[in-house]
C-alpha cells in the first residue's frame, strides 16, 4: 500500500455544492478502490491523503489532476505503508478556514524537499495536529 498527500489549487468559480458532489463521489469510488482518506479544502485550496493499494491510489491521483475542478497539483508526500491512518474514512473531509490552509500549504512547500520518507508518520501526525488546533 501506499499513502499520498497532495496539495492543489481548486477551480476559481467552485461552489459547496462541487465540493458536496466529489466526496459523494469519492465515497462510492474509494470503496469500491479499496482507496480511504482525507479532503481538507478551504478558500482555494485542497489537500487531501489517498492511501490504498499502489496502482489505485496512483490512478485515482491521475484522474484527479486531470479534473477541471482543480488544478497546479503537487505531491507533497509519498510512501510505502501497511498501516492505513484513516482506515474508517472512504473519504473523510474537513473544512478549513483559508488562511490556515493556506499557512499549512507554505509550510509544507518548504518542507518538501527535507522530508524522508521515514519521517513521513511524524509528518502527518503534525499536519492532523495543526489541523486540529486550527478548528
Ligand atoms: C480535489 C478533488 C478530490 C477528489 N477526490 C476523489 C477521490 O478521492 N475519489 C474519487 O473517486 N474521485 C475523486 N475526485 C473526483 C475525480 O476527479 C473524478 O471526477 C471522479 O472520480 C469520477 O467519478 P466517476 O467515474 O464515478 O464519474 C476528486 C476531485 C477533486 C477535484
Given amino acids: 500500500m501506499i499513502r499520498l498527500l497532495y496539495s492543489s489549487q481548486a477551480a476559481q468559480d467552485i461552489t459547496e455544492q462541487d465540493i458536496t458532489n ?3 463521489q469519492s ?3 474509494n470503496i469500491d478502490a479499496d482507496i480511504t482518506g482525507v479532503l481538507v479544502y478551504g478558500g482555494h485550496l485542497f489537500m487531501q491523503v489517498l492511501e490504498g493499494p ?4 496512483l490512478k485515482k491521483y491521475v484522474t484527479i489532476c486531470e479534473d477541471s475542478r482543480n488544478s497546479l497539483s503537487k505531491i507533497i508526500y509519498i510512501s510505502y505503508t501497511d ?3 484513516f482506515a ?3 473519504m473523510g473531509a474537513i473544512q478549513c478556514k483559508p488562511v490556515t490552509l493556506q499557512k499549512i500549504f507554505d509550510l509544507n512547500s518548504r518542507a518538501t524537499e527535507t522530508i524522508e520518507p521515514a519521517s513521513f508518520r511524524e509528518a502527518m501526525r503534525d499536519f492532523l495536529r495543526r489541523l486540529n488546533s486550527a478548528k
Fill in 22 to 24: 466529489i466526496l459523494e
Fill in 27 to 29: 465515497r462510492k469510488n
Fill in 54 to 57: 499502489e496502482l489505485a491510489v
Fill in 83 to 85: 498501516k492505513r491512518m
Fill in 88 to 90: 474508517d474514512w472512504s
